[in-house]
């Protein structure tokens, strides 16, 4: 028997429902660029820290390797990001290409429409308090010695103002 006071069902469940809908919200206003959300918060990242090591932008982000390098490769072949040599010759950097700014600006005006959106379907209240939720349950779990697997993409999601 369980206990009235305890939360009942999966929260897990009940999170991936939840970020399966606003992903697919985004998802649709993003493929009118020809990115992907992930695409988009790289491009956003490399922007505002770049250029930089792809082990300090994994780092950034909370990626392992290859990952990064996973999903680096359509981005450089498509000539939106860069990959140059770094320091010495071990070295790479990963900075922006000019394509690569005016695709991310591009992208922006789709996520903006896409975050407003979601903004008037949840309402302002709702959504500063689901982030200030969110954010409080992420640093206790970090606290408790839990990892972003996925990666931090707070820098693209702060208004995707950089």
């Given at each position: 028997?369980?206990?009235?006071?305890?939360?009942?069902?999966?929260?897990?469940?009940?999170?991936?429902?939840?970020?399966?809908?606003?992903?697919?919200?985004?998802?649709?206003?993003?493929?009118?660029?020809?990115?992907?959300?992930?695409?988009?918060?790289?491009?956003?990242?490399?922007?505002?820290?770049?250029?930089?090591?792809?082990?300090?932008?994994?780092?950034?982000?909370?990626?392992?390797?290859?990952?990064l390098?996973?999903?680096?490769?359509?981005?450089?072949?498509?000539?939106?990001?860069?990959?140059?040599?770094?320091?010495?010759?071990?070295?790479?950097?990963?900075?922006?290409?000019?394509?690569?700014?005016?695709?991310?600006?591009?992208?922006?005006?789709?996520?903006?429409?896409?975050?407003?959106?979601?903004?008037?379907?949840?309402?302002?209240?709702?959504?500063?308090?689901?982030?200030?939720?969110?954010?409080?349950?992420?640093?206790?779990?970090?606290?408790?010695?839990?990892t972003?697997?996925?990666g931090?993409?707070?820098?693209?999601?702060?208004?995707?103002?950089?």
């Open positions: 028997m369980t206990s009235p006071d305890l939360p009942q069902g999966c929260t897990n469940f009940r999170l991936r429902r939840l970020t399966r809908m606003v992903s697919r919200h985004y998802d649709a206003h993003m493929a009118a660029s020809g990115l992907k959300t992930t695409q988009y918060s790289l491009l956003t990242n490399v922007l505002a820290r770049g250029p930089l090591r792809p082990t300090d932008l994994a780092q950034a982000l909370n990626l392992d390797a290859s990952t390098t996973r999903n680096l490769k359509p981005l450089v072949q498509a000539g939106w990001l860069s990959q140059d040599e770094g320091a010495d010759a071990r070295s790479r950097l990963i900075s922006i290409t000019d394509a690569g700014r005016e695709k991310r600006a591009e992208a922006q005006r789709l996520w903006r429409t896409a975050q407003n959106e979601m903004n008037a379907l949840l309402g302002i209240e709702r959504v500063h308090a689901l982030h200030a939720l969110v954010d409080e349950n992420i640093a206790a779990l970090q606290r408790a010695g839990l972003d697997e996925e931090d993409d707070t820098v693209a999601h702060r208004g995707a103002k950089a």
